[in-house]
């Protein structure tokens, strides 16, 4: 298994280059499933999840190329089988996107429940609930989701207005995908307005799709008979700016984000300027530096535009060196602090209070060897190996390669003593 090692005291300087959003890349890419295409997504990121879903549609049938150098994903062709199998969707929740896809264009789909992951236990219902208000029949068995258009599959699923009680990223996308080519008119009402959303919908709509209200949490979707091929351009990752951002404040250098803005960051921006980090938009993107000092402030995760959670654990690695104290809220994911115990092996002053951690800033961290089993709160072990002193080793770097591309290559060509040791 493939480490990271980290020798930290240099400052990064110079530019870093942002790819194409991996939590919007996932969605697009089940769009494939909606059309004989051919769907072509532009600023593809090389990502383990990339793969992986790549993996997922090509068992469904469908061609999908990935051309690397190009940064092009093309999909296209016929859906031969409707099943998803616990293989595949045990590796990426996200797997579970291509339920509402095939339950609306034929009528039914067998897909592997995902079950719990490291971050908490995250549910499925309010997939499955919204599917249900459209007309579907939901049966689970042996670990499986069983969906059915009305009239045994044979019809289609209909409109409807389905009122989120609670903010899902990944229900408003499966039910957008699902509406587009439903029966009537489908209202979703405490849509998420996460920036991959509003992609998702502009995409659908270049496919033949009606979606309104983008960027709101009021989405108007009028199904359509079918939807053809179309060409789009995925945005750039705001988490990967933002963890970038996260390494040029903890060294005190100063970066340019190339492609990355000021808006898709949201709150987390405006939090970064507080904690005394100076954030500008540049033509070609954002420059990140840090001021004078680091200070402590307080943040909580919510739904975008707020800080978002997938910020957390970066943003704990900046307020474990910060003056002061902090206090890191985490309201979407019950199970999202497990970088904590790992950042205070490295000398940090971390206590975890319910839903709440209280940082108390620290000069200096000290490298040691870690672990984390989740993506973000691996990187944040690479952030504060950035700011100890001597070496950090960072093990299960597969974590690291689902979401972020060449992470040690990006920070050592801006000054990072930072390498891959194979094995
Ligand atoms: C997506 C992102 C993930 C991010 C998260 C929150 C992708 C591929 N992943 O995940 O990186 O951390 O949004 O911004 O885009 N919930 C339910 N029932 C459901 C669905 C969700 O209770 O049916 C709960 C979840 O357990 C969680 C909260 O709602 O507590 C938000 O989850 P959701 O927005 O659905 O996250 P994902 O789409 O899985």
Redesign the pocket.
């Known amino acids: 298994m493939d480490r990271i090692r980290v020798r930290g005291g240099r400052q990064l300087n110079g530019r870093i280059a942002i790819g194409g959003a991996?939590?919007a890349a996932?969605?697009l890419m089940a769009t494939g499933l909606l059309t004989e295409g051919p769907v072509v997504l532009r600023n593809a990121p090389d990502l383990a999840d990339i793969a992986t879903m790549a993996g997922l549609l090509r068992q469904h049938g469908l061609s999908v190329e990935h051309d690397k150098a190009a940064r092009t994903l093309t999909l296209s062709g016929n859906v031969n089988n409707l099943e998803a199998p616990y293989d595949l969707v045990r590796k990426m929740?996200?797997s579970v996107l291509v339920l509402g896809p095939l339950v609306a264009r034929f009528g039914r789909a067998r897909v592997s429940l995902p079950g719990g992951c490291a971050i908490?236990?995250?549910?499925?219902?309010?997939?499955?609930k919204g599917l249900e208000a459209m007309g579907a029949t939901i049966t689970l068995d042996a670990g499986y989701i069983n969906a059915e258009a009305p009239n045994g599959g044979k019809g289609r699923l209909h409109g409807g207005r389905i009122l989120f009680p609670?903010?899902?990223?990944?229900?408003t996308?499966n039910l957008l995908m699902a509406a587009a080519l439903a029966d009537g008119v489908t209202e979703l009402v405490n849509a998420?307005r996460?920036p991959?959303i509003e992609d998702l919908c502009l995409l659908l709509n270049a496919m033949g799709a009606k979606i309104e209200g983008l960027g709101t949490d009021r989405l108007r979707v009028e199904g359509v008979a079918e939807l053809h091929g179309a060409d789009h351009s995925i945005i750039p990752d705001r988490i990967e700016a933002g963890t970038y951002a996260c390494a040029a404040a903890i060294t005190g250098g100063e970066v340019l984000l190339e492609g990355a803005g000021l808006t898709h960051l949201g709150a987390f921006a405006r939090t970064l300027r507080e904690a005394g980090v100076a954030v500008e938009e540049v033509p070609d993107g954002l420059t990140v530096s840090r001021l004078n000092g680091l200070h402590g402030v307080d943040a909580m995760t919510e739904?975008y535009p707020g800080f978002?959670?997938?910020m957390q654990a970066q943003f704990m690695a900046l307020m474990a060196v910060a003056e002061g104290a902090s206090m890191l809220t985490e309201t979407?994911?019950?199970n999202r602090f497990m970088h904590v115990p790992e950042l205070n092996r490295m000398g940090a002053r971390i206590n975890v209070h319910g839903s709440s951690a209280i940082v108390r800033g620290v000069a200096r961290l000290s490298g040691a060897q870690v672990m984390a089993t989740d993506l973000r709160a691996s990187v944040s072990l690479v952030l504060a190996g950035l700011a100890a002193e001597g070496e950090t080793i960072v093990n299960r770097v597969y974590h690291l390669d689902r979401g972020y591309e060449r992470v040690e290559a990006k920070l050592a060509a801006v000054g990072a003593d930072v390498e891959r040791i194979a094995g």
């Open positions: 991996k939590n996932l969605p929740r996200a908490g236990t995250r549910p499925v219902d309010l997939h499955l609670q903010v899902s990223v990944g229900a996308e998420a996460e991959e739904p978002a959670t997938d979407i994911f019950e």
